[in-house]
């Protein structure tokens, strides 16, 4: 059975790092692209960016040159590294491959504030 598991959010000022990190268990990790998503209050979940098995990365516009996207996959984990955080990065963030097609986790919380 496919379990994603997030951790890593927290409390942040603007302009503060974060890294967080995406446990999944199962034989699928390594032969999938993998994404990090958001959701923010009120707002639909969105793929902030993705990392393909070779390890070609793509991001949304708004986090370009601020986030990083990793992969190991010996551990089956994956990475978001998160620098220059800004208010509207204030979200909860979830794994999940890039088709978004097992289960959700419960996600970490993310905020950004002074």
């Known amino acids: 059975q496919v379990q994603l598991v997030e951790s890593g959010g927290g409390l942040v000022q603007p302009g503060g790092s974060l890294r967080l990190t995406c446990t999944a268990s199962?034989?699928?990790?390594?032969?999938?692209?993998m994404a990090w998503y958001r959701q923010a209050p009120g707002s639909q979940r969105e793929v902030v960016a993705y990392?393909?098995?070779?390890?070609?990365?793509n991001y949304v516009d708004s986090v370009k040159g601020r986030f990083t996207i990793s992969r190991d996959n010996a551990k089956n984990t994956l990475f978001l590294q998160m620098n220059n955080l800004k208010p509207e990065d204030t979200a909860v963030y979830y794994c999940n491959t890039r088709s978004g097609n097992f289960d959700w986790g419960q996600g970490t919380q993310v905020t950004v504030s002074s």
């Open positions: 199962g034989s699928f990790f390594s032969t999938n692209s």
């Open positions: 990392i393909t098995i070779t390890g070609r990365t």
